[in-house]
């Protein structure tokens, strides 16, 4: 080839690669066929009202759609739950709806069981099969969901609960459950108080990652900034004690790194102080004397000067963190996950509890404590609420899970429906479920995206979307009133889905069961008729259908702030009645001497448990408080990492009695040395191209072990090892990790 | 140029030629067929402006309603076609065509005449509400019996118009 004929070859292969690159022109307009009401702006487009479904918070969301597509989410500012704010993974909801990874029809498992092949089928047969294999498996079906308490639950259990030897099971969050589960084992006293951080003007976090993984984080996040700036002369003080400097625990103003499982011996050691600071005032009348004597007594053990080598705080500072609880101004501890994911977690929930009650009961005398709700979280009020939807008031433990795999595992189901949640990836790989499925004779799966558990699915029913579907739900966090969600279509299905509500009903019609409705629509337009009474923000002259619509153009039924009458004070004798425990064990933890490190596994604000791990915009958002993203890391203390000789992103290999994965260290301060961190979510393997291969999946690492008395998960009680596995990664990372003062001191 | 070697030069001239080749890649997309004036695409139904804006006198703003309400002039609705076509044109065969993609609920997907490049920012209202007759951007729409592109859109035939009426001529007025 002579030059000439090269340079042009060249101008010609380059110029084509740019007219490739460049892509298309849009080509098209395309108009809507029905016009939508009146005054529909194409540009500034309408604001409707749903409810988020990325998490079971239950916030209240707008969402604005322009020309029949989503545009953007927003909170819903009336909403009790959330009040106008929202977290990123709801912002990024829009962002699943037009994934290209979505399902787009429904799927009949073509190769062998697990295989994950798969072949498109119509919903005609789709639904005919699942209607067939639910009428011939009477006194063997299971369903299974993330704990969502909404009306496809409702259904499930109105259409299959009738059958004997139904089971439903849910795969809560770990921590979350054991946090629900917490507030009901003080039988002898009515209510625990609301954890009311907006009108506290002292929070003692114990171990609660409230701002970013616990009930509900949104709405923490919202009476933070209340509690902060909110009153013109009070300033909200709050002090953190766990063992990781969270992004909580980063915006209070203090944080004691106490060692795992000894934060519930912390809260008695708390109660103490108040409770001799009681007595030595001579505050109590008689019958409170009793009782005082009694716990006195009880927390003996736990005297500051006794327990201050196990909690590594001072007893002087002890005494002065209890200070607030004592002194008039309200002040309140919230446990959380620190607490909760230990062997002895039950026994921590109630200590604190028990700290609240004896200081709310102080304060109350003194009628300073003023809480905007109900001051109580009452768990009565959520089963009435889940009672709603013909839920049965069940605790939904991890314990019970485990019995459903356990009987999966032995063959003892014919039929399973699993309804958005993906055990195979973030249960603990020692529970095995993606064997224990495979021993079931159907599964069903309706899911948004096929990921581990889809994949062993048997029929894969593509979900719409919560942007495109009818629903209604009651939020996992009571937020002191009634809250009944309500969700409607905002735009129209993008794929050829079907709403999983719709589908079961029809499934179930088809074989000739009883069902409740014909369609999801027509069921929550029942629920909503039977509760028309009660409803007060519903004016009674309304019609029906404007009453409906009234709902609707709100985002559900709560009442208005006039009307949250404030509930009963709970009654003081119950409390000085009560005999409680008031004991906390040391916790026991998996692992013997070759594991010298705690595994403290925990969830980011946008990452969660992982479902988030297939949005490009959840993997971009950077971690705040290390900034890394697009991959997992193991956090280690400094000085531990310099001792295996680690320097950030050098690979490590974490072991426990479970199993092993690698991944990059990094070195960060704010953890105990004798902690190694790693956040959930990564390490997916059948999620789509963004999440696969991404990081690893840290719940290889933990057992099945769990707090006896509530059947919670213990996913802190592991201990692992770790060796330097050779070789490293660039870190990925938006920021300094010390912020853009790069680790300089200010003393304000 | 003497102190260039020979191997250097062809270089040269090949990341001369490669920019050129470049350059009209970029010109093609950009000043592309639906940015010529001899754009004329074939429509799924032959709407015949002159018919309607034209013989029957149809206000433009009578179907792009949005005109002056946003930044979009919009194209009507399937459903505002009918209002009139429900009683007139049954028998003709593009009539029959616009009530098979109502009955069947299926928008038509019509080809986009006038576009303008993402990186100008124009508002119909702003034109609207000044008073600005479409067929000065537009052309003579109420004759056409297929809509063509009559105006180049370059930058010079925004701007000679801006200046004569005293518009603001900042770079950020349309680069925004």
Same mark, same amino acid.
């Given at each position: 080839m002579d030059r000439r004929s090269f340079l042009k070859v060249g101008a010609v292969t380059a110029s084509s690669g740019v007219l490739g690159a460049c892509g298309q022109v849009t080509k098209k307009v395309i108009p809507f066929v029905t016009r939508p009401d009146d005054g529909v702006n194409p540009v500034d487009g309408y604001w409707y009202a749903t409810t988020c479904a990325e998490c079971n918070s239950g916030c209240g969301v707008i969402v604005r759609t322009v020309n029949g597509r989503a545009k953007k989410i927003e909170g819903n500012a009336v909403h009790p739950v959330n009040g106008g704010k929202l977290c990123a993974?709801?912002?990024?909801?829009?962002?699943?709806? #037009?994934?290209?990874?979505?399902?787009?029809?429904?799927?009949?498992?073509?190769?062998?069981?697990?295989?994950?092949?798969?072949?498109?089928?119509?919903?005609?047969?789709?639904i005919a099969t699942l209607g067939e294999k639910l009428a011939g498996a009477e006194g063997s079906v299971f369903y299974l969901n993330s704990g969502n308490n909404d009306i496809t639950a409702g259904v499930a259990n109105a259409i299959l609960g009738k059958m004997s030897g139904f089971t439903m099971a849910t795969n809560h969050d770990p921590g979350k459950e054991s946090q629900f589960a917490g507030g009901a084992t003080l039988n002898e006293y009515p209510h625990t108080p609301y954890p009311d951080l907006e009108n506290a003007e002292f929070s003692?976090?114990?171990g609660a990652d409230i701002f970013e993984s616990d009930r509900n984080p949104v709405f923490f996040a919202r009476s933070f900034g209340a509690s902060r700036r909110d009153r013109p002369?009070?300033?909200?003080?709050?002090?953190?004690?766990?063992?990781?400097?969270?992004?909580?625990a980063a915006s209070c103003d203090k944080w004691f790194p106490v060692p795992p499982g000894y934060l519930g011996v912390l809260a008695l050691s708390i109660a103490h102080v108040?409770?001799?600071?009681?007595?030595?005032?001579?505050?109590?009348?008689?019958?409170?004397?009793?009782?005082?004597?009694?716990?006195?007594?009880?927390?003996?053990e736990y005297a500051p000067e006794k327990v201050a080598d196990k909690v590594e705080i001072k007893a002087e500072l002890i005494r002065r963190i209890a200070r607030p609880f004592i002194d008039e101004a309200p002040a309140v501890a919230i446990a959380g996950d620190d607490i909760a994911g230990y062997s002895n977690g039950v026994e921590g929930l109630d200590a604190v509890a028990f700290l609240n009650m004896v200081s709310y009961e102080i304060g109350r005398e003194k009628l300073r404590i003023k809480p905007r709700h109900t001051p109580v979280s009452d768990q009565d009020l959520k089963q009435r609420m889940l009672a709603w939807f013909g839920l049965a008031p069940e605790k939904q433990t991890f314990r019970r899970l485990k019995e459903l795999v356990d009987a999966m595992s032995a063959g003892k189901y014919k039929v399973g429906v699993i309804h958005h949640t993906n055990p195979v990836f973030? &249960?603990?790989?020692?529970?095995?479920?993606?064997?224990?499925?495979?021993?079931?004779?159907?599964?069903?799966?309706?899911?948004?995206?096929?990921?581990? &558990?889809?994949?062993?699915?048997?029929?894969?029913?593509?979900?719409?979307?919560?942007? +495109?579907?009818?629903?209604?739900?009651?939020?996992?966090?009571?937020?002191?009133?009634?809250?009944?969600?309500?969700?409607q279509p905002v735009i129209r299905p993008f794929n050829d889905t079907r709403s999983a509500t719709d589908v079961l009903l029809a499934a179930a019609g088809k074989a000739g069961m009883k069902i409740p409705a014909k369609n999801g629509e027509e069921y929550i337009r029942k629920i909503v008729d039977k509760f028309r009474a009660e409803m007060l923000e519903i004016d009674p002259t309304l019609s029906r259908d404007a009453a409906w619509r009234t709902l609707l153009s709100k985002g559900g039924w709560w009442p208005s702030e006039e009307e949250q009458e404030p509930s009963e004070t709970p009654s003081n004798d119950k409390l000085w009645a009560m005999k409680n425990r008031l004991k906390v064990n040391d916790p026991s933890f998996e692992g013997g001497s070759g594991f010298p490190y705690h595994l403290h596994l925990y969830q980011t604000v946008h990452m969660g448990r992982g479902a988030g791990a297939n949005q490009g915009w959840l993997q971009e958002a950077p971690d705040p408080i290390t900034t890394l993203m697009w991959q997992s890391w193991v956090e280690m203390n400094p000085a531990t990492a310099s001792k295996y000789g680690l320097i950030e992103g050098d690979l490590v290999t974490v072991t426990s009695p479970h199993g092993s994965i690698t991944a990059p260290v990094f070195? #960060?301060?704010?953890?105990?040395?004798?902690?190694?961190?790693?956040?959930?979510? #990564?390490?997916?393997?059948? #999620?789509? +191209?963004?999440?696969?291969?991404?990081?690893?999946?840290?719940?290889?690492l933990i057992g099945t072990g769990m707090d006896s008395q509530s059947g919670a998960l213990a996913w802190r009680s592991c201990k692992v090892n770790v060796k330097k596995a050779g070789g490293s990664v660039v870190m990925l990372r938006s920021a300094h990790p010390e912020g853009e003062y790069k680790g300089e001191i200010f003393q304000l | 140029m003497s102190s260039i070697s020979p191997i250097g030069k062809g270089a040269l001239a090949f990341l001369t030629i490669a920019a050129l080749g470049a350059l009209s890649g970029f010109g093609v997309n950009y000043f592309g067929p639906i940015y010529l004036t001899t754009h004329k695409p074939v429509q799924p139904i032959a709407y015949s402006h002159k018919l309607h804006a034209g013989d029957n006198k149809i206000p433009c703003q009578y179907c792009h309603t949005f005109a002056r309400r946003s930044e979009m002039a919009g194209v009507p609705s399937t459903q505002k076609c009918m209002n009139c076509h429900e009683f007139l044109g049954a028998n003709k065969p593009e009539a029959q065509k616009l009530n098979d993609y109502y009955d069947n609920d299926k928008p038509i997907e019509w080809k986009r005449v006038f576009d303008l490049p993402d990186h100008v920012w124009f508002n119909h209202k702003r034109h609207i509400r000044k008073g600005v007759k479409c067929q000065k951007c537009h052309g003579p729409i109420e004759t056409m019996e297929v809509v063509y592109r009559s105006n180049d859109f370059k930058m010079g035939f925004c701007l000679s118009c801006h200046q004569e009426n005293g518009a603001p001529t900042d770079c950020w007025t349309c680069h925004t």
């Open positions: 993974k709801g912002q990024a909801a829009v962002q699943r709806v #037009y994934h290209r990874d979505r399902l787009t029809q429904p799927l009949m498992r073509k190769g062998a069981k697990g295989s994950g092949k798969f072949e498109p089928v119509t919903w005609e047969k789709a003692l976090l114990l002369s009070i300033r909200g003080r709050l002090v953190y004690c766990g063992s990781r400097l969270s992004s909580t108040v409770v001799e600071s009681v007595i030595s005032r001579g505050l109590a009348q008689s019958i409170q004397r009793n009782a005082l004597g009694r716990w006195s007594e009880a927390l003996a973030d &249960t603990p790989a020692s529970l095995d479920v993606k064997t224990a499925l495979g021993k079931v004779g159907f599964v069903a799966a309706f899911a948004n995206f096929m990921d581990e &558990t889809t994949s062993q699915a048997d029929l894969v029913l593509p979900d719409h979307h919560w942007l +495109e579907s009818w629903s209604a739900q009651v939020p996992n966090f009571v937020p002191g009133v009634p809250v009944l969600n309500l969700r070195p #960060y301060v704010g953890i105990r040395p004798d902690v190694i961190s790693i956040p959930l979510g #990564y390490g997916h393997t059948e #999620y789509g +191209e963004i999440a696969n291969n991404r990081g690893a999946n840290p719940m290889k | -």
